[in-house]
């Protein structure tokens, strides 16, 4: 009998592995002795310009393989005047394989300049930089303007926000609604803008290579798969942890706020790393406007539950915090793949957690989300960000 069940067992994983095996073989042939099959057409060749620098006396280039063929760089230019340059570790390509192209050449601050590398089929890439700025150095100088910057923008709006907690405990049900809906109004915003950078960091640096939408796209839905695991798990046994469920939306709200701001961390550091963004007073303010509707969407579900000083001050720092740890690495080490990736992050979390909140209108009463209190709340959301969106 038992001899039975384990053949049985035995049968069932091999015609769940036969499949794959199958598969496994099939590609082998197709790259390997039935290559002929594909050799079709004249497959064209692709690099991508993904970083410039500009450091004393010479402008650095990160070069990668996109295309499908090897290449090799032969040839360097700066506004259209060729140029010495030296290639390490080669000027030999593999797919996706990068290199460093050294240029010589005496650059101005602020001028632009539009960097060319040709390669041995004769086809030429470029880039354009408005403003040539010096590559930053990590030292203690620029990682603490980093922190104070991405306090600025991130801790201090945060917590601004938070003093909407003690309104916001007052008012009556219909607008307690009206602020959740506002709450998830302003976090689809955020979630939108996110793709929307996420796209433009792919479009202008990683040209067409990774498929830069299917990949925002698969780093959304699994960040939003995971998170959402996560939080029901954490809503769920909110008791057995000792924190009431209220404090766990906010909790998963300040996480996804959190991923959020560390892409805008990102965004900023890469901006003044490339040296096309003047921090004024002016965009400072703006920043801060736009964020501290962030501390609102963490209290309005802490309204109706207990929460300390210390609690609030916790959320606080896990939304904002991650601003200045972006800005860090945007700054130092700046890298458009990993950009994509934290932005799509960011906004997969916010998307699950606007369904947390969706949820939580839902159990307190509004089964149908149709009551005008939670459509108002939505569209002023939007509204609302859109507006302080402008200023920035």
Do not use: C
């Amino acid at each position: 009998m038992e001899v039975s069940k384990k053949s049985s067992k035995g049968k069932i994983i091999a015609s769940g592995i036969a499949p794959f095996i199958l598969l496994i073989i099939m590609i082998g042939y197709i790259f390997g002795p039935g290559s002929d099959l594909l050799d079709l057409g004249t497959p064209l060749p692709e690099i991508s310009l993904e970083k410039i620098e500009f450091s004393e006396s010479e402008i650095h280039v990160t070069v990668r393989n996109t295309g499908p063929i090897p290449v090799e760089v032969v040839m360097a230019d700066v506004n259209d005047r060729i140029q010495p340059a030296a290639i390490e570790p080669d000027r030999f390509l593999e797919r996706y394989e990068t290199a460093l192209v050294r240029i010589p050449f005496e650059w101005n601050v602020a001028e632009p300049y539009i960097i060319g590398l040709t390669i041995d089929d004769g086809t030429r890439f470029e880039r354009e930089i408005e403003a040539a700025a010096p590559a930053l150095k990590p030292d203690l100088e620029f990682a603490g303007f980093f922190a104070i910057i991405g306090t600025y923008v991130g801790i201090i709006p945060v917590m601004i926000g938070l003093l909407w907690l003690p309104f916001i405990k007052k008012i009556s049900k219909s607008k307690y609604h009206f602020f959740l809906a506002l709450t998830a109004g302003l976090l689809l915003f955020l979630g939108i803008d996110s793709i929307e950078e996420a796209f433009d960091v792919s479009d202008e640096n990683l040209s067409g290579s990774f498929n830069g939408a299917l990949l925002i796209a698969t780093t959304i839905v699994l960040s939003f798969l995971g998170l959402y695991y996560t939080s029901e798990k954490l809503t769920g046994s909110a008791d057995s942890l000792k924190i009431s469920k209220p404090v766990a939306i906010g909790l998963m709200i300040a996480i996804g706020i959190g991923l959020h701001n560390f892409g805008e961390g990102l965004a900023i550091g890469a901006a003044v790393g490339l040296g096309s963004i003047a921090f004024s007073t002016f965009l400072i303010v703006g920043f801060a406007l736009h964020n501290t509707t962030e501390g609102l969407a963490i209290a309005a579900p802490l309204s109706r539950g207990k929460s300390t000083v210390g609690k609030l001050l916790g959320l606080g720092l896990i939304a904002g915090a991650p601003a200045i740890f972006g800005a860090w690495v945007g700054g130092f080490a700046f890298s458009p793949f990993s950009s994509v990736v934290f932005l799509s992050i960011g906004a997969g979390a916010i998307f699950q957690v606007i369904v947390i909140i969706l949820k939580w209108i839902r159990e307190e009463g509004d089964k149908n989300l149709s009551s005008a209190a939670v459509a108002s709340g939505f569209a002023l959301g939007m509204l609302i960000m859109y507006l302080t969106s402008i200023i920035i």
